[in-house]
């Protein structure tokens, strides 16, 4: 394996991890693997954090979110501006862009599980020719993201791209959602999670970011 290869396979592991376990053990092994300190913002100074994290409690709490067993806390910075984070920014976005894939992944995932058990008449749900046109569009915009991410190291994609990158992968989970219908809207449904997802990506890589975050260079 090179030295390349290496580097891409530590990125990866945010995705499986978030694919295979959920929202909170890959927020928790992002925050333990990548934050040295207080962990990077969004412009507006808001964190998005595993509830009890040492370095991310020093902010007014704006949201808190049960999910999987567990809770997410979303808060905002006292100072003004808000302090910089040592934690590289690069590396940031990228692990955290890679995360949200893998939980799109995972609604995937729950989507084909859901409609596979289910029936009209005599035929599958999942092989109506509706249904099976929107797994379908939701699976090309899963590869595409997948083919931009591939091999992706710190740096190698710039905030445009990932800011782009996270567009999509809302996008994705929305078409996911309408395929649940109202199976998303249960309180411990995919739903939640795809919430969560999406305000991560408010938080982080919204338009009002324009270039400006609270991680280092």
Known sequence: MTGRTAAADEWIRYRRTARHDGLLPALSLLYETLCDGAPPHGPGGHVVAPAGFVGADTGDVVATMTVEDG???????????????????????????????????????????HLGGRTVGDAKLLHQQMVKGGVAEAVIEQLEIETMLAGATPGDLDDGVLSGLNAQITRTDRMLLRLLGAVSFLADGPGQVAGVSELIADVYFGPARAGTHGGAA
Do not use: K
């Not at 809770?71 to 955290?96: D, E, F, H, K, N």
């Open 71 to 113: 809770t997410i806390v979303a808060s905002r910075s006292r100072t003004a501006p808000p302090s910089v984070s040592q934690t590289p920014w690069a590396a940031w976005a990228l692990g955290m862009t890679c995360l949200r894939f893998g939980l799109s992944e995972r609604l995937l995932d729950a989507v084909l599980a």
